[in-house]
């Protein structure tokens, strides 16, 4: 069994919207999402997806996306992106399918490991960062830090806790924020984020090993569509 990771899928089969117009590694991103994703991952793994499933603004309208979803090879855990308006009810998303968890103020387990996370907001000094934006990244960095002390409360320790964004942890000119204190404050080891999209944009956050911690950016058109093997 392995544990896998992909962020940004932006289905849309209910109202089809062409990303392509964005980048061109967009064009045929659904056909590359279901060829890539069911090479990797056995029905046997669990892959983490975090965030920007769905263009559906509404529940009814995000349910091709979501089936999509749970047709792809092996258990999925779910967390929110910044376009995922269907997204309201936590407890009701569990009831849909066997094989997708919806992660939201609590934290999941795959295997020894706490997959601890939330949403993420842009970081302060972020070139689009409002004073209206400060209050939500407050806010996200309460559940990043609550998400985790619940996993400490239930027996795991540091080195078995993945932590999981959709926002990157800091801003474009990769300076400390929240999140990145909280990472620290906990010993955290391994960071997985998504959301940065173009050539432009992918180094807009840390990669690689940074202060002995591992990041890994996700979003599906920088990894090409193929899911991501952390563990």
Not at 134 to 149: C, D, P, T, V, W
Not at 154 to 166: L, M, P, R
Not at 182 to 193: L, Q, S
Request: hydrophobic share 35%; charged share 25%; net charge negative.
């Amino acid at each position: 069994m392995s544990l896998f990771a992909m962020s940004d899928l932006h289905l849309s089969f209910f109202k089809p919207k062409p990303m392509e117009i964005f980048d061109t590694r967009w064009l045929g991103h659904t056909d590359k999402i279901l060829k890539n994703w069911n090479k990797a991952v056995s029905n046997s793994d669990t892959v983490i997806v975090n965030g920007d499933l769905s263009w559906g603004g509404r529940l009814e309208e995000a349910m091709p996306d979501l089936d999509f979803i749970h047709e792809l090879n092996g258990s999925k855990i779910i967390f929110c992106g910044n376009h995922d308006y269907f997204w309201n009810s936590t407890a009701k998303l569990n009831t849909l399918y066997d094989n997708m968890l919806f992660v939201k103020n609590s934290f999941a387990v795959y295997e020894n490991y706490a997959i601890c996370g939330t949403r993420g907001w842009l970081c302060p000094r972020d070139e689009h960062y409002t004073d209206h934006d400060h209050k939500i990244y407050k806010r996200e960095a309460g559940r990043l830090r609550r998400s985790i002390e619940m996993a400490f409360d239930n027996g795991y320790e540091s080195d078995n806790i993945i932590a999981v964004t959709h926002f990157p942890p800091t801003n474009e000119k990769k300076e400390p924020s929240d999140f990145t204190d909280i990472y620290k404050e906990y010993n955290i080891k391994r960071v997985i984020y998504g959301h940065l999209h173009g050539e432009d944009k992918y180094n807009n956050s840390f990669q690689g090993m940074e202060e002995g911690i591992e990041y890994t950016l996700v979003s599906g058109d920088y990894i090409d569509f193929k899911p991501v093997r952390i563990l």
